[in-house]
């Protein structure tokens, strides 16, 4: 379960999955509208890390975020409102998996925070 607050996101359950249908359950504890975003990483996990801090660091001095880097490709996705709960359902393939939390405004078109979950281990 990856479950998002005010504060950041987080992971309870498996690091390593195995390839092929998977369900990921989701929880938004957080009070704005909650983005999740199941990706595989054609890079390195400590890249997309980098990433999200440089996300950060412009969401902290109100810049707009930058598009998710060609290293990563999205295969599943979630839209929350504040306090709700869902499933990301999603066919993975061996390789390195993660989960982008952001926080949106009301009308989600800022990003409040973001945050990063994983990595999470995909074999046969």
């Known amino acids: 379960m990856v479950v998002l607050t005010d504060a950041g996101c987080e992971r309870t359950g498996a690091e390593s999955l195995p390839a092929g249908a998977t369900s990921i359950a989701i929880r938004n504890e957080s009070g704005s509208v909650g983005n999740f975003e199941l990706v595989r ?39 929350l409102s504040p306090m709700g709960s869902g499933t990301i359902e999603a066919t993975l393939t061996p390789g390195t998996h993660a989960v982008i939390c952001a926080r949106l405004t009301a009308t989600e078109d800022l990003v409040l925070s973001i945050f990063l979950v994983g990595p999470y281990s995909v074999s046969e």
Do not use: H, K
Not at 50 to 60: G, L, P, S, V
């Open 41 to 79: 990483l054609e890079a390195s996990f400590p890249e997309l890390v980098a990433f999200i801090a440089e996300e950060q660091a412009r969401i902290a001095t109100a810049q707009p975020p930058q598009d998710t880097p060609s290293s990563v490709s999205v295969v599943g996705q979630l839209l």
